[in-house]
C-alpha cells in the first residue's frame, strides 16, 4: 500500500485516500465518536439557547420598546446580562470538546498510517490509546501556535494603531492596517505549512518531545518542501471542505423531512437538531483523519528523503 522510498506527490496522495479506506473501521471507531461528542455539545447549546430566548423574549421587547422607562430598561438589561455567562460558557465548553475531538482524530490517524507504512494491524483499542497518550503533548503543540499566530496578528495591527494614535488621517490608517493585516496573514499561512508535521513529529516520535520541539522538527523536515507540503495541506482541506458541505446538506435535508421545521418544538426540535449534527461530525471524522494520514506519510516521505528512514522501516517492518 506505501512503498518504501520518496514518493511522488501523487502516489502520496493516493497511498492517503489507500490507508483512509483500508482502516475505515478502526477510524470509524475512533474519529466518529471523537467528533460527535462536540457536534451533540453543540446541540444542547443550541436546545439552552431557544429555551433562553424564550424567557428573555420579554425583556428584549423592553429594550428595544422606545416607550419603556428607564427602570424597566435596567431591569431588562440585567436579566439579559445574567443569562450571558451560561450561554457563552456552554459555548465555550462545546468548542472545547470540537477542539479536543479534532486533536484525538489528528492523533489517531496519525498512529494509524505509521502503522500501515510496517504492515501491521491496528486495534480501535489501540488507536484510542495512542491518540489519548498523545493528547496532553499536542494540545501544547496547539497552544504553541496558536499563540504565535495571534503575537503575529498582533505585530500586523501595530502599524494601525500607531498611525492612529499619531492622529494621521484615516486614509492613511486604513492602508497601512491593511498592510499590516495582509502581512500579518502571509507570515502565519507560511508558518502553517512550515508547522504542519509537527503533529506526526508529536506522535510518532520519542514520548518526550515539547511542543517546540516538534515545531523545530517541522520547519527542519519541510525545509526545502514547502510547496509540496502546501499541496498536500490543500488537498487534504479541500476534501474535508467537500465532505462537510455534501455531507452537512444531506443531514439537513434528512432532519427537515423527519423532522419538519414546522413541527420543531419539543421532542421534534431536538430530533432535527441530533440527526442535523451528524453530517457534521462524519465531515469532520473524514476530513480530520485524512488530512492526518496525508501529512503523515509527507512527514515519513520527508524523513525518508532527509534521514535515510527507508532502511529503519524495512527493518522494523521486516520486508
Do not use: K
Not at 443550541?46 to 431591569?75: M, S
Not at 500501515?116 to 489501540?126: C, D, I, N, S
Not at 431536538?270 to 473524514?286: E, F, T
Amino acid at each position: 500500500m506505501i512503498p518504501l522510498r520518496p514518493l511522488r506527490l501523487g502516489e502520496l496522495l493516493r497511498a492517503g485516500f489507500a490507508v483512509l479506506g483500508a482502516h475505515r473501521r478502526v477510524l470509524a471507531l475512533v474519529a466518529l465518536p471523537s467528533a460527535l461528542a462536540g457536534q451533540l455539545a453543540y446541540v444542547g447549546v443550541g436546545l439552552l439557547l431557544r429555551a433562553r430566548l424564550r424567557h428573555l423574549a420579554e425583556p428584549l421587547r423592553v429594550l428595544t420598546d422606545e416607550g419603556a422607562g428607564e427602570d424597566e430598561r435596567g431591569d431588562a438589561a440585567l436579566r439579559v446580562a445574567r443569562a450571558l455567562p451560561s450561554l457563552l460558557g456552554a459555548l465555550g465548553a462545546a468548542q472545547l470538546l470540537v477542539w479536543l475531538g479534532a486533536l484525538l482524530i489528528a492523533a489517531a490517524g496519525v498512529h494509524l498510517a505509521g502503522r500501515a507504512v510496517l504492515g501491521e494491524p491496528l486495534a480501535a483499542r489501540e488507536a484510542w490509546g495512542a491518540a489519548l497518550r498523545a493528547l496532553p503533548r499536542l494540545i501544547g503543540t496547539n497552544l504553541l501556535v496558536v499563540l504565535a499566530v495571534l503575537g503575529i496578528v498582533a505585530v500586523g495591527l501595530l502599524p494601525l494603531l500607531l498611525v492612529s494614535g499619531g492622529g494621521v488621517g484615516p486614509a492613511p490608517s486604513i492602508e497601512v492596517g491593511i498592510g499590516g493585516l495582509a502581512a500579518s496573514g502571509a507570515v502565519s499561512a507560511w508558518l502553517a505549512v512550515q508547522w504542519a508535521l509537527a503533529v506526526p513529529a508529536v506522535v510518532l516520535e520519542r514520548p518526550g518531545t515539547s511542543a517546540a520541539g516538534a515545531l523545530g522538527r517541522s520547519s527542519a523536515l519541510t525545509r526545502g518542501a514547502w510547496p509540496r507540503s502546501l499541496a498536500v495541506c490543500a488537498v487534504g482541506g479541500l476534501v474535508g471542505a467537500a465532505a462537510a458541505l455534501t455531507l452537512h446538506q444531506a443531514a439537513t435535508a434528512v432532519a427537515d423531512l423527519a423532522f419538519p421545521p414546522a413541527l420543531a418544538t419539543g421532542w421534534p426540535l431536538a430530533g432535527n437538531l441530533l440527526v442535523s449534527a451528524l453530517g457534521p461530525a462524519l465531515a469532520a471524522a473524514i476530513g480530520g483523519s485524512l488530512l492526518a494520514i496525508l501529512l503523515t506519510l509527507l512527514y515519513l516521505d520527508r524523513r525518508i528523503r532527509v534521514e535515510g528512514l527507508a532502511a529503519q522501516l524495512a527493518s522494523a517492518g521486516r520486508v
